[in-house]
């Protein structure tokens, strides 16, 4: 009779075990297609703001092109800065995405489309007049800060020469993405994911969310696995992820494990880092 029990046994376990194996690949199968669908998700969010950026971008350029033309044939001797600074305010006014278009000549004036400005402001002790004069690059440089309303955004400079060739200062405009943020957390919350884009200094520009809990996860997590390029001491976040292959980074949290996938805007040299809300 025991035996005849044991046999029983015997075969309700091994035709239990298959069963289980299965669930479990089943399980894991499931779980995989979800990490892509949610994958997925995020790389629609990036296609969608990486051609919201290219727009803002090449509008940029072509705003830029204008202010050349204007202040490379302008004579500060003989003009008025009130003709100039209005037909900067009206370049500024007609793009909502452009906080302010201004010029930093080489004698120190300023002209631009901000009324707001000190009158002892001199553009060339400022960073973007600065950084642009350095740069090795004679098209456009790219610097982010904070704007007195405590907004971030990114300037975009470039060098001015007269028709003649002689050096005349540099122009700019700053861009306010404020608009763009709105949209960029309602398009967000609406596939249940999240973003934020980092400049060159890791800094967050732009969020859909409260990322900075997550951005010091992925330093902590970067820092741990490239200690020689951080112990450098000048590198930062968005360096690091540039020059690895890593395109997936998954840290596992109080929360559940989150997968985060980056992608580079190369034209404002900006970082933009997502990642599913679900959790993986």
């Known amino acids: 009779m025991n035996i005849k029990k044991n046999i029983i046994k015997i075969s309700i376990i091994s035709a239990l075990i298959p069963i289980f194996f299965l669930g479990i690949y089943g399980y894991f199968l499931v779980k ?16 969608s703001q990486k051609s919201e950026f290219n727009l803002i971008f090449n509008k940029s350029k072509a705003l830029l092109d204008i202010v050349e033309i204007l202040v490379s044939d302008y004579d500060e001797l003989e003009s008025r800065k009130q003709n100039l600074n209005l037909m900067l305010s009206n ?20 002209y631009t489309s901000n009324p707001k400005l000190p009158v002892n402001y001199d553009p060339r002790s400022r960073p973007w007049y600065i950084g642009s004069l350095e740069s090795r690059n004679n098209n456009l440089t790219t610097i982010t800060y904070e704007f007195t309303d405590g907004k971030k955004g990114t300037t975009i400079t470039k060098k001015v020469y ?37 400049d060159k200094f890791d800094s967050i520009v732009l969020d859909s969310g409260k990322n900075n809990e997550n951005f ?6 970067m820092q741990n696995l490239f200690p020689v390029k951080f112990s450098k001491g000048n590198y930062s976040v968005r360096n690091v992820a540039l020059s690895t292959d890593i395109s997936r980074i998954k840290i596992n949290t109080p929360k559940g494990a989150i997968i985060f996938i980056k992608e580079y805007i190369p034209e404002l040299e900006l970082l ?5 809300t679900n959790g993986n």
Do not use: C, P, Q
């Open 91 to 110: 370049i500024a006014a007609d793009n909502v995405e452009v906080k302010n278009i201004f010029w930093g000549s080489d004698k120190g004036r300023i």
């Open 216 to 221: 010091l996860l992925i330093r902590k997590y």
């Open 32 to 47: 995989n297609k979800m990490d892509e669908s949610e994958m997925e998700k995020i790389e629609l969010m990036f296609h």
């Open 272 to 276: 933009m880092i997502g990642a599913s």
């Open 162 to 198: 007269s028709r003649e060739g002689i050096f005349k200062g540099i122009i700019g405009l700053d861009l306010n993405f404020a608009d763009l943020e709105k949209k960029l957390k309602k398009f967000a919350w609406k596939k249940k994911g999240t973003i934020f884009i980092i």
